[in-house]
């Protein structure tokens, strides 16, 4: 090492130690930091321990009531103030829930919160026909955090709210639930009153309040804050935490719950929270894995979303900041479980007498619905939105044609199969001349074969390409056109794989043996699991397999001449394989796709290849020698340049070998 390095390597040292030095905190902001953990770590301490004392007294005070005894019942009562300040009266309310049901979903909501405890789609059913439990009761459900002016952390999870039905108090022996028709509506109020001395203030509260609708699986939702200037303190926004335990609803492969391939899990795969920042696209955490994100900026809607379903909270003008999370919990016991999503979402608070307006919609994933409510909520659906032609595929072509066949009320595999059908047609003008090469080829074998055979030596490769160059563009074949229509397919293919598998229309829709073409469809449980294929046999994908597998060795067969590359006929035979574990646990739907449309393709290339006349080739042969006997081809810029660059990789070769006989 020269003394240059030397001094180099000191400089930057030297600059690394002060710029370290430089940023490092003073004393007076360490301290500062240390004060702020410390207050954190205690707030979160005082909160857990009020979260358990408030249950007890909860307790104590029913079985005080049953009692009768009014001392213990004051003593309690001075200790809510104490802990609530003046929202402790809202301790005194008894617990009750109530139910909704309108003609597409059951909502219950529980005064203890104000909160949203459960949501059932009633259109829909598990995989096991269970009721589709969307929401799943929890106290943490929905907490609104704020600080008074008596200095006290108030969360809403620890108060009871006071319901009205249509502004009529409701009693707790009216808990019937309230069933509403398609034109119908209700509004529910929940209000956390303020007061002094067990005596409530009906001029000051704050309210949830929730309006259900008919036929709709949208819920207004409002926070209001009543005369609240002298409790709540000015701050800039309030702080809302939205939790959910999601159930998993779909059928899954036993072996993927502990596999550390999400893709093996369909369901859990397709689930993440998504969210719409005010000034960008919709955006969503890792999908299929825990993670968390704090979004800075102003966001629009937030989304909990499952493979079909999901539950979205919007905002009717913007939230202020959100922080999301999603997290598997090993020690949950439930059978259905599949995962908790929570965020913490900043609301704009102006004062004591203002609203906040929102919206839920709790329901299916379907994107005529999804893009009719103009939020861009049909961005959920992986529907290849990274690629503009993919998405422009998704939504102008395939999506309208299987809209359009549904109208027929045709068996769904059926749809699959004449969309397949009409998707091959369509592309048939793109890959004929790709089928028509593969065709000539075949016809050029023996001479092929003549010209491997003439030119055996690697150095002789170049005088090999160009006789079998010349050969192709006597015959009228051309590389470029058979490689551009399959490029050009790729874009379609990718849609299809991403379109089958989010489609909620296909979810437990029978097919011959199939039952549900949205999951895989299962002939054999084998009972124990094999490793990256799963824990059962697919028909499907099995018939596909073999499709593709006969296709390979047509193919191979067809152009055994062309196939001289080391592992080139290993790597065309692994492919068959390959797609038989990855596709195992892929939906019935895609694999009958794949099926239908290899099958096309094989049909396609023999019946062009039978019809694609030797003694024509033969004859534009021989037309082509003469009348380009003793002429110079012409070439291609693209040829002229492939020459080129084959023969300095030839010179390069020849150089290596005199050096190598040199020494």
């Known amino acids: 090492m020269n003394k240059q390095s030397i001094i180099g390597l000191i400089l930057i040292f030297g600059i690394f130690v002060g710029y370290m030095w430089w940023i490092s905190p003073s004393k007076e902001e360490m301290a500062r930091m240390r004060a702020q953990h410390d207050s954190m770590v205690q707030a979160y301490m005082d909160s857990v321990a009020l979260e358990e004392a408030l249950a007890e007294e909860r307790r104590i005070a029913d079985s005080l009531a049953m009692a009768g005894d009014s001392s213990a019942m004051a003593a309690i009562a001075e200790r809510n103030r104490v802990n609530l300040g003046m929202f402790g009266v809202c301790h005194t309310t008894d617990s009750m829930s109530l139910t909704i049901q309108n003609e597409v979903m059951t909502v219950t909501l529980c005064n203890v919160g104000g909160r949203i405890d459960d949501v059932t789609l009633l259109d829909y059913t598990t995989y096991d026909s269970l009721p589709l439990q969307l929401i799943t009761p929890s106290k943490e459900n929905l907490n609104l955090t704020f600080a008074t002016e008596e200095n006290l952390n108030i969360e809403t999870k620890n108060l009871i709210f006071t319901p009205f039905i249509d502004g009529t108090p409701m009693t707790k022996g009216d808990s019937k639930p309230r069933m509403l028709s398609d034109k119908d509506s209700i509004s529910v109020s929940l209000r956390a009153y303020v007061g002094e001395n067990g005596n409530t203030n009906n001029d000051q509260y704050l309210e949830y309040l929730y309006t259900f609708y008919g036929n709709s699986y949208k819920v207004g939702f409002s926070i209001n804050f009543h005369h609240l200037d002298d409790i709540i303190r000015e701050m800039p926004y309030l702080d809302l935490s939205w939790h959910n335990a999601m159930n998993r609803q779909e059928k899954v492969d036993q072996s993927s719950k502990n596999s550390r391939n999400p893709n093996k899990d369909a369901e859990r795969y397709n689930s993440s929270i998504y969210y719409k920042p005010a000034k960008d696209k919709v955006d969503y955490l890792r999908a299929g894995r825990d993670g968390d994100e704090r979004v800075k900026t102003q966001v629009e809607w937030i989304a909990y979303k499952q493979q079909f379903f999901c539950a979205i909270l919007m905002s009717d003008s913007l939230f202020e900041n959100a922080d999301l999370s999603t997290v598997t919990q090993t020690k949950e016991s439930r059978s259905n479980y599949l995962c908790d999503m929570s965020s913490t979402i900043g609301l704009t608070y102006t004062g004591g007498n203002s609203s906040i307006p929102m919206h839920f919609y709790f329901g299916p994933t379907k994107y005529r619905d999804l893009r009719a409510m103009h939020k861009g909520f049909e961005r959920m659906l992986p529907l290849g939105w990274g690629f503009f032609l993919t998405q422009w595929i998704s939504r102008y072509a395939i999506i309208p044609v299987f809209n359009f066949l549904e109208q027929f009320n045709w068996n769904y595999g059926i749809i699959i199969i004449i969309l397949t059908i009409l998707l091959r047609l369509v592309l048939f003008p793109l890959t004929f001349k790709s089928y028509q090469g593969s065709a000539i080829m075949q016809i050029l074998r023996p001479e092929m074969e003549v010209l491997n055979k003439k030119y055996p030596n690697p150095e002789q490769a170049m005088q090999k390409q160009q006789e079998m160059s010349r050969l192709q563009k006597k015959a009228g074949y051309s590389p470029m056109a058979g490689c551009l229509p399959m490029l050009i397919q790729l874009p379609i293919i990718w849609a299809m794989f991403r379109f089958y598998p989010a489609s909620i229309e296909l979810r437990q829709k029978p097919f011959l043996w199939c039952n549900d073409l949205s999951s895989y469809d299962s002939i054999l449980d084998l009972g124990f699991n094999i490793p990256l294929y799963g824990d059962h046999i697919s028909l499907f994908c099995l018939l596909m397999f073999g499709v593709q597998f006969f296709y390979t060795w047509y193919t191979m067969r067809s152009n055994a001449g062309q196939m001289n590359m080391p592992g080139m006929k290993f790597m065309m035979y692994f492919m068959p394989f390959m797609m038989?574990?990855?596709?195992?646990?892929?939906?019935?739907?895609?694999?009958?796709?794949?099926?239908?449309?290899?099958?096309?393709?094989?049909?396609?290339?023999?019946?062009?290849?039978?019809?694609?006349?030797?003694?024509?080739?033969?004859?534009?042969?021989?037309?082509?020698?003469?009348k380009n006997n003793g002429k110079p081809q012409k070439k291609s810029k693209f040829q002229a340049r492939m020459e080129a660059m084959m023969k300095e990789a030839q010179r390069q070769q020849q150089m290596q070998q005199k050096q190598q006989g040199r020494r």
Do not use: G
């Open 580 to 626: 038989l574990f990855l596709f195992n646990s892929q939906s019935a739907a895609l694999n009958l796709y794949y099926f239908c449309s290899l099958s096309i393709t094989m049909l396609q290339m023999i019946l062009i290849r039978k019809f694609t006349s030797e003694q024509k080739i033969r004859a534009r042969m021989a037309a082509y020698d003469i």
